[in-house]
């Protein structure tokens, strides 16, 4: 089989560059290892471990993939407020919609029915889908690629698009050097029902073991329910893994200083390795890097898949304007002016939220100074504090035209 293009990945990213390209007139093959078949949704359901905190760069650009009103219809809530502070000092910040005139900062939503939605479209549209197909070898062929598939088919394109998460088949078949390093922290995932209402604000407090994040879920039982993610060190996750529900909850709720008072329920927990890369390069002829392929980052920041759909708004743009000139999609003068545009910002993300990190764990007493005193600094300027929430909203950089209000 041959397409133009083959984007290998139709996690949340994937999905969104096929959806934004899908009027592009290219023959365009979506493969995955997954059936990409759509769950059936009820509101009574409980909540996937897996959420996201969307920013307004990436609602704008589920907007124009046509995604987002099935993800209103689904679940999402939003989030106006946000509170961080050091949970071993005084230092705090508090970040609010209403101070840059938003009527939000984001949604959070869960994973599932942001692919949930994708897929919808996907399937209404010329895309090839390719379910149960694992990427499995690959090899450059005349100008173009060969892509084995694990049933031992086989499909060529002059252009491959990977878009195959953290541990990318493609990156390591093609041979892209990665810059990696673990974390050797594991982030605890679940939702939790909480004693009092969560007011639509995500809590975030920073202990020396790392950051716990409370995120605001919306169910229509009208109870509290959050979502939990936990960064410990590997071993303490292990600890916490092991606990009854009960000690977990209790454990939880001193953890976040009763915040939203006891923990009154857990779900089950998942545990997350977290480790960071990232592709040095993020293209090279006829292959572009996209998404969780092209970086991985800490979840702290709740930034990942929000500069994965930067990513697919960027490179779709950059190859549909192209296409306009009759340039040829798959040389790596086209892939480069995608590189230029986003590796800049995946590195400035990676490297603030790298600091972020030290700065929290570290038990030197000039540093927990500067993070006490830093935080409130920044928490008494208007000024500083509206270019943070810009950055939050996915709104401080270069946007893509899908991104654009
Ligand atoms: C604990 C935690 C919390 C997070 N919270 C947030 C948050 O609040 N906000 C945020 O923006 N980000 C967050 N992230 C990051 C976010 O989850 C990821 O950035 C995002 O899921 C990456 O999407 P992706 O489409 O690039 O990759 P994936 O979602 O990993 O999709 C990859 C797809 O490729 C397919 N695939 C893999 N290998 C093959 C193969 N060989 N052949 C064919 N198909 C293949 C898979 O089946 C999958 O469908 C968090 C991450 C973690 C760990």
Known sequence: MHADLIIVGAGMVGSTLALALKDSGLNILLIDGSPLSVAPFNREQGFEPRVSALSIASQRILERVNAWPSILKRRTSPYRDMHVWDGSGTGKIHFSASSVHADTLGHIVENRIVQDALLEQLHESEIGLLAHSKVEQLRRSGDGWLVQLEDGSELRSPLLIAADGANSAVRRLAGCATREWDYLHHAIV?????????????????????????????????????????????????????????????ALGQACEQRLGNIEHADPRYSIALRQRHAKRYVEPGLALIGDAAHTIHPLAGQGVNLGFLDAAVLAEVLLSALKRGENIASERVLSRFERRRMPHNLAMMAAMEGFQHLFQADALPLRWLRNSGLNAVNNLSEAKALFIRQALGLGIDLPDLAKA
């Open 190 to 250: 679940t939702s939790v029902r909480c004693e009092k209402p969560h007011q639509y604000t995500a809590w975030q407090r920073f202990t020396d073991e790392g950051p716990l994040a409370l995120l605001p879920l919306q169910h229509n039982d009208g109870k509290n329910w959050c979502s939990i993610v936990w960064s410990v060190p590997a071993e303490q996750a292990e600890q916490i893994m092991a606990l009854d529900d009960n000690d977990f909850c209790t």
